[in-house]
């Protein structure tokens, strides 16, 4: 029942941004909006439980971002936005720029003239592997201003066990609407190798005084 739940939510943000006369959000925008802005918690504040297993909580593959938050979605104070070139490159980049395969995907005659690695789409959370001892990993995230036009972020980071995270600035401080800043997010292991095949997970939010914007963060070892 996902699906339809989360088709309603989108109507509603849309609508509200047209009665509030305001510029319509891409699609990768609203669905920032939903990842971003989801509670991690159930209605009595339990963290998300595992229904599969029935005897633990579920972790960031089992329960994604966690619970879409519609009030929370219709104002979420920052997105992060994929225009449709980024995909393409993309998937160049994730095809090794084989523009056959990308022609599948796009039903267009596609060429691959720029690549990016997986982890480097803006997309709202952040996965990527960890295959040595010594991964150092950046990867850099932009975000657009839909909340207030003054308004000052501070990160707020939960770091994955095994690894170290840090970022290229700690605060974000927005002076007008639809601004953007980009910043970057390093992560460098820390103590010993947890074993190949080891998920971990973190978070990063970034947190003003009326919005928490939170990238689920998931290491593949
Ligand atoms: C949505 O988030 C708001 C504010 O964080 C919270 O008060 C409310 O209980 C949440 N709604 C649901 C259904 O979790
Ligand atoms: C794809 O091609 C570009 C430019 O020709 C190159 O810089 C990039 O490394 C290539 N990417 C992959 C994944 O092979
Ligand atoms: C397909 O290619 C044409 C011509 O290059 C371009 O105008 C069009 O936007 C492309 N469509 C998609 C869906 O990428």
């Given at each position: 029942?996902?699906?339809?739940?989360?088709?309603?939510?989108?109507?509603?943000?849309m609508?509200?941004?047209?009665?509030?006369?305001?510029?319509?959000?891409?699609?990768?925008?609203?669905q920032?909006?939903?990842?971003?802005?989801a509670?991690?918690?159930?209605?009595?504040?339990?963290?998300?439980?595992?229904?599969?297993?029935?005897?633990?909580?579920?972790?960031?593959?089992?329960?994604?971002?966690?619970?879409?938050?519609?009030t929370?979605?219709?104002?979420?104070?920052?997105?992060?936005?994929?225009?449709?070139?980024?995909?393409?490159?993309?998937?160049?980049?994730?095809f090794?720029?084989?523009s056959?395969t990308?022609?599948?995907?796009?039903?267009?005659?596609?060429?691959?003239t720029?690549?990016?690695?997986?982890?480097?789409?803006?997309?709202?959370?952040?996965?990527?592997?960890?295959?040595?001892r010594?991964?150092?990993?950046?990867?850099?995230?932009?975000?657009?201003?839909?909340?207030?036009?003054?308004?000052?972020?501070?990160?707020?980071?939960?770091?994955?066990?095994?690894?170290?995270?840090?970022?290229?600035?700690y605060s974000?401080?927005f002076?007008r609407?639809?601004q953007?800043?980009?910043?970057?997010?390093?992560?460098?292991?820390?103590?010993?190798?947890?074993?190949?095949g080891?998920?971990q997970q973190?978070e990063?939010?970034?947190?003003?005084?009326?919005h928490?914007?939170?990238?689920?963060?998931?290491?593949?070892?």
């Amino acid at each position: 029942m996902a699906a339809p739940h989360v088709s309603g939510i989108v109507a509603l943000i849309m609508s509200k941004l047209k009665n509030d006369n305001k510029r319509q959000w891409s699609t990768s925008e609203i669905q920032s909006a939903l990842i971003t802005t989801a509670n991690t918690f159930d209605l009595d504040g339990k963290p998300i439980f595992d229904e599969a297993t029935l005897n633990s909580n579920a972790n960031i593959l089992q329960r994604g971002a966690g619970q879409v938050n519609a009030t929370n979605a219709m104002d979420p104070g920052l997105v992060y936005n994929i225009e449709p070139n980024d995909y393409i490159a993309y998937l160049c980049g994730i095809f090794y720029n084989n523009s056959q395969t990308v022609q599948k995907f796009t039903k267009n005659n596609t060429q691959c003239t720029r690549s990016i690695s997986g982890e480097q789409l803006n997309y709202p959370s952040i996965g990527i592997s960890m295959n040595s001892r010594l991964a150092r990993i950046t990867v850099s995230r932009t975000v657009t201003n839909v909340g207030d036009a003054r308004e000052i972020y501070n990160a707020k980071i939960v770091e994955p066990p095994n690894v170290k995270i840090d970022l290229s600035q700690y605060s974000l401080s927005f002076t007008r609407a639809e601004q953007q800043i980009t910043y970057s997010i390093t992560f460098t292991m820390k103590g010993a190798y947890p074993g190949f095949g080891v998920i971990q997970q973190g978070e990063l939010s970034w947190v003003s005084n009326r919005h928490t914007v939170t990238s689920p963060i998931y290491i593949a070892f």
